[in-house]
């Protein structure tokens, strides 16, 4: 057996001990795990795996501020969406897009999330992640991986959230999302994390965040590396500076801060459920978070991922109202014409939604990127949040799906039903799905200019 034929047919995975317990690192798909050209794997002539993710933030975006005037791929960036400008040949914007009630009910913030997310209002549909990670996640060790980068309802005091995910088999079976680094950190990197003398022991997330899983794996590491070429060589040592970098972000999480003079302990506040987040403490989550989902992504750990940025809760510093307060209360603008301090919002919104993109392009993966062997589906739940409309939904999507997808464009729907995204989302990712929806919104249309 040759050495590429005996690293490839590996699990990708160092393992290690920490504490008297197992942990491991998953590697990212070097030189020599693949074929001669890099785009499929050495060991079975396997094409490389093909990822899906959701990123999904409440309260829209204000209609005429986001919408390129051009259709295709000559278009211009609008004034909001000027973040996308290093990615914009990466990602499509999906405008015009919308969901009928059928005299249901409208469930504010919640209806328009089910519409695109499930195809439908009622809460037993099964979302759109768990049909896909059905076809591809089986033989990954997460069918899926759920974060929330926002305390929202309910969250304060738990470490995940049913309430901040979409991600559900039917009304009652929903994925939590995970709500701190910390925590995701640790199912990444111990799940065999075991006491052989305490049955009940569960590991101490601060055990493993300071001593380091890398430690824990450095002799199978300069095993490996042993075995590697030049080229690969140097991008596992790149890789691994990252992961260390990576670490120490996440242990300072753990740190007591240092103590200020001029810090005082105010009385004790009424007791108000906290449901709202700082706009930078919720940005430092969701890029820790980013990161660590790369890692689980490039070392085939999972192969679908969610990510719920806002449930409307952002806070911008010094100001007394949230996002989702201003969308109903703040007047519009006479001479701007839209809500000034929800723009602010809708900026930070799409600038993060920007960077996860491209952290997604940095990472090389074979004869490309992991960003173009993934799709990334990115919405809202409404276009207008001061109405609740579920006209002119905004929806991007990212990526190329391992070539099966376009980019860079720009689909004027012009009423068309938000389920044709989902639909076409179902077929690109290789399930057997010839409609999509219920009632009035199902449809058997694939947006086909997206479509490779």
């Known amino acids: 057996m040759s050495v590429t034929t005996k690293l490839a047919t590996r699990r990708r995975v160092l393992q290690g001990m920490l504490a008297g317990s197992a942990v491991s690192v998953g590697l990212p798909l070097l030189d020599a795990f693949l074929n001669d050209n890099g785009t499929a794997l050495a060991a079975t002539g396997a094409p490389l795996p093909t990822r899906f993710g959701t990123w999904y933030w409440v309260c829209g975006l204000c209609p005429g501020r986001w919408e390129p005037k051009e259709v295709g791929t000559g278009y211009q960036l609008p004034e909001l969406l000027k973040s996308f400008e290093p990615v914009k ?4 914007i999906l405008s015009g897009m919308k969901y ?7 469930r504010p913030h919640w209806s328009g999330a089910r519409a695109c997310s499930a195809g439908e209002v009622f809460d037993d549909a099964p979302s759109i992640d768990t049909l896909v990670g059905d076809v591809i996640g089986q033989n990954a060790r997460f069918r899926s991986l759920e974060v929330s980068a926002t305390k929202g309802q309910g969250a304060a005091t738990s470490a995940s959230s049913y309430l901040n995910s979409l991600s559900r088999r039917n009304a009652t079976l929903v994925n939590p999302s995970e709500m701190s680094p910390v925590a995701l950190y640790t199912r990444i ?9 305490a049955a009940d022991f569960k590991p101490d997330p601060r055990t493993m965040v300071h001593k380091s899983v890398l430690s824990a794996t450095q002799e199978p590491r300069e095993a490996l590396v042993k075995q590697l070429g030049a080229a690969d060589r140097a991008r596992l040592d790149e890789y691994f500076t990252s992961l260390r970098e ?3 972000r996440v242990a300072l999480q753990l740190e007591k801060p240092a103590p200020l003079a ?3 302990i105010p009385n004790v506040p009424a007791d108000i459920p906290q449901t709202t987040s700082d706009v930078e403490l919720t940005e430092a989550n969701h890029g820790l978070f980013v990161d660590l989902l790369i890692h689980a992504l490039a070392c085939d750990q999972t192969r679908v991922i969610n990510i719920y940025f806002t449930g409307g809760e952002l806070r911008r510093s010094g100001d007394t109202d949230s996002h989702h307060i201003h969308t109903h209360e703040e007047p519009m603008d006479a001479k701007l014409g839209y809500q000034a301090q929800v723009a602010w919002y809708e900026e930070r919104i799409v600038q993060n939604l920007a960077r996860m993109v491209k952290a997604f392009q940095s990472v090389k993966e074979g004869d490309g ?7 990334l589906f990115a919405f809202s739940e409404c276009g207008l949040a001061k109405a609740h409309a579920l006209e002119n939904m905004p929806m991007f999507l990212a990526g190329r799906a391992n070539g099966r997808v376009k980019s860079g464009m720009h689909i004027a729907a012009k009423g068309d039903p938000v389920t044709r995204v989902g639909l ?4 690109v990712m290789g399930l057997p799905a010839s409609s999509w929806g219920s009632g009035s919104m199902q449809t058997t249309r694939t947006i086909t ?3 490779i």
Request: glycine content about 4%.
């Open 89 to 92: 040949a990466q990602v499509s």
């Open 100 to 106: 009928n009630l059928d005299g249901n009910a409208l």
């Open 189 to 197: 990197f111990g799940p065999e994390f075991r006491d052989p003398n």
């Open 246 to 248: 990576l670490e120490h």
């Open 262 to 264: 001029s810090c005082t």
């Open 369 to 375: 990127t992991l960003l173009d062997h993934s799709l």
């Open 424 to 427: 076409t989302i179902q077929q």
């Open 449 to 451: 200019d997206l479509v």
